[in-house]
Each structure stands twice: as C-alpha cells, then as structure tokens.
C-alpha cells in the first residue's frame, strides 16, 4: 500500500515561518512529480509548488519567493520551507506525488491526508 505522510503543519504568526515535509512509503517502482497544494475554506484546491525528479520546480505567483520546495529521491521525500507567512496562507496542505507501483504500470497520482497550516495575524 502506498502512502503519503505528511508532517510539520500547525499554528504560527504572520511573518514566521513553517517547514512541511512528506514522506512516501510502501512498495512502489518510482515517484515522477511531487508537489504541495492547498485549500482554504470556501477555496478549490490550488497547486502551491511542484518538483520534478530532476529536480526543476515551479510556484503559484501567491508564494514565489516566500517557499521553497525540495525533495530528497533517496529517501522518497518532499519539503516545502514556508517564510514570511501570510493569513492568507491559512488552509489544509496536501502533499501529491505521480508514482508508479511496478516498471510496466502508469504514473498514478497519490495523496496526503492533509495537514492544517494557520497564520495569525
């Protein structure tokens, strides 16, 4: 069973900072995109950052510059270093990763169960 486990949400004050990590576990061949997003209530789910395996990223025009994701293939992990936070930033983070479970299979998009992230102003 394949899963992805986050950890490092919580409470913090407008211009902290927070650190969020994900950790895929289970049997699986390989892990293609990892990515954050987010949803805040009354909100869509939006794409906050994404990573590739090699290593190239992208941000949501709303946190370029603030956050900065990373991801480490060896221990099938991915951060994201949260700075300057906003309350605007207020809203449950979801980890996502493309990962295939064996060589012969599709890329099949896994999920976070979500951890809740709260700036105070």
């Known amino acids: 069973q394949v899963q992805l486990v986050e950890s490092g949400g919580g409470l913090v004050q407008a211009g902290g900072s927070l650190r969020l990590s994900c950790a895929a576990s289970g049997s699986f061949f390989s892990i293609n995109t990892m990515a954050w997003y987010r949803q805040a209530p009354g909100k869509q789910r939006e794409l906050v950052a994404h990573?590739?395996?090699?290593?190239?990223?992208n941000y949501a025009g709303a946190v370029k510059g603030r956050f900065i994701i990373s991801r480490d293939n060896a221990k099938n992990t991915v951060n994201v270093q949260m700075n300057s936070l906003k309350p605007e930033d207020t809203a449950v983070y979801y980890c996502?990763?493309?990962?295939?479970?064996?060589?012969?299979?599709?890329?099949?998009?896994?999920w976070g169960q979500g951890t809740q992230v709260t700036v105070s102003s």
């Open positions: 996502n990763a493309g990962i295939r479970k064996y060589s012969y299979t599709p890329y099949v998009d896994y």
């Open positions: 990573i590739t395996n090699s290593g190239s990223t």
